[in-house]
């Protein structure tokens, strides 16, 4: 009969699993990526900051996405990097430090959709009514969206845990990289029925609004651009709606392949090396996507170089 710890307060995390000739490669390798990550975010979130030029709603919300990328990765890979050091039975947090983290990180993923997706609102007004662009999108507005954005992520991830830590616990192992949802109310040995109804109706909520949205907004910017015959018009919706729609995609398709690997337990090892990719591409790739495409930004950094230069001359 196999022996259950009711509600321990300690936990352990399984982790990652590598050899032991691949341990420091690994750990090499996500040590750098966070410390790009966080460098090259809080660079663009800086920039965005101080710089008044980029005081415009599509800065603005792209500050969203790189103050998002560097909570999601704050949480997750500098406890991963303490961890791969450690061996798998001195892998052991605490019960609260686990919810936290499965908390942040569970918003870390949904608010990179719901801030995808006012970022696509600002391109469809920008583009499909830019008349009225200036008055659509004031500050009022900007609030407005941002508030949900993070509030909406709030609230569902909210109820998500809620409904988890309501359970007994009669297990301490958690079979993940770190703390999540799944995680956590499979330690428990009560009835999870309602945890995976609301699991899948989250899921599939805001699956659905994310691409939903992004499919009808794209399908009307596309109808303006084909109908419309100015060229500057068109030339700036392919450059600004590419790089948005390129963000999303990265972040789509790592989000998916998780899903999907969820459904094959004999891919675990496969879907934890997924998931680390879905923390360190898009947090990555976001800053030098927008950062390169943005004339504002390029111009920010150039100046900024060029004054370091005389600087240094004198």
């Known amino acids: 009969m196999e022996n ?5 307060p300690t936990l352990q995390l399984e982790g990652l699993n590598v050899s032991n000739d691949s341990t420091y490669p690994v750990f090499l390798f996500l040590f750098f990526s966070y410390l790009f990550i966080i460098v090259a975010n809080v660079g663009i979130a800086f920039i965005v900051f101080i710089d008044k030029t980029l005081h ?8 969203n996405l790189s103050v998002n990328d560097i909570l999601g990765n704050s949480i997750m890979v500098p406890r991963l990097l303490i961890d791969i050091l450690r061996p798998q039975s001195e892998r052991i947090i605490s019960y609260y430090e686990c919810v936290f983290q499965a908390f942040t990180t569970h918003m870390f993923s949904t608010t990179s959709h719901t801030v995808l997706m006012i970022m696509a609102f600002d391109r469809y007004v920008a583009i ?10 004031t500050n009022k507005m900007l609030i407005k969206l941002t508030v949900s954005a993070w509030g909406v992520a709030f609230v569902l991830v909210g109820i998500l845990l809620g409904l988890t830590i309501r359970l007994n616990r009669c297990r301490t192992l958690i079979r993940s990289l770190y703390c999540n949802n799944a995680g956590l109310f499979k330690l428990s040995c009560e009835s999870v029925f309602i945890n995976n109804v609301y699991g899948l109706t989250f899921t599939v909520v805001l699956f659905t609004g994310s691409i939903g949205s992004m499919v009808l907004t794209y399908s009307k910017i596309t109808v303006v651009c084909l109908t419309s015959k100015n060229k500057s018009l068109n030339s700036k919706a392919l450059k600004t709606c590419s790089t948005h729609l390129v963000v999303y995609l990265i972040m789509l398709l790592s989000g998916m392949s998780i899903i ?11 879907r934890k090396f997924a998931t680390i990719l879905y923390h360190i591409i898009p947090g990555s790739l976001n800053p030098i996507i927008y950062g390169m495409q943005s004339k504002e930004i390029r111009r920010f950094l150039s100046k900024l170089f060029v004054s370091k230069k005389v600087l240094s001359l004198f």
């Not at 259950?4 to 321990?8: A, F, I, K, L, P």
């Open 4 to 8: 259950y710890t009711y509600n321990s």
């Open 56 to 63: 415009q709603p599509m800065y603005l919300l792209f500050w």
């Open 128 to 137: 499909c009514n830019p008349l009225r662009y200036a008055v659509i999108m």
């Open 260 to 270: 999907t690997l969820h459904r094959f337990p004999q891919f675990v090892e496969s």
